[in-house]
Nanobody, 117 residues
């Protein structure tokens, strides 16, 4: 089992910035993938960004150039730096974890990000 703890959501004005964190614990491995998805009201969950064990990243089109993922050296915590936020970025952001051993996904509890003036 993998446990994910997210933090950093909140209310921000358009054009502002927020930083989300997700710490993984339990049966984790440096070979695993982590990242973020988001879900806005009435919409499907969509990819924000994932980072593989090798450091390669895949960003959703709507966040390219504005959001940046990073992680700690131990590869147990990922950070999502969100800049130039727009009202359409408003959503619940979920930490994502792909466990190579066992081959399954894990999800965090979600953290609300609201972009509004």
């Amino acid at each position: 089992q993998v446990q994910l703890v997210e933090s950093g959501g909140g209310l921000v004005q358009p054009g502002g910035s927020l930083r989300l964190s997700c710490a993984a614990s339990g049966s984790i491995s440096s070979r695993d993938t982590m990242g973020w998805y988001r879900q806005a009201p009435g919409k499907q969950r969509e990819l924000v960004v994932v980072i593989s064990s090798t450091g390669s990243t895949t960003y959703g089109d709507s966040v390219k150039g504005r959001f940046t993922i990073s992680r700690d050296i131990a590869k147990t915590t990922v950070y999502l730096q969100m800049n130039s936020l727009k009202p359409e970025d408003t959503a619940v952001y979920y930490c994502y974890y792909w466990a190579t051993v066992g081959g399954r996904n894990y999800w965090g509890q979600g953290t609300q990000v609201t972009v509004s003036s």
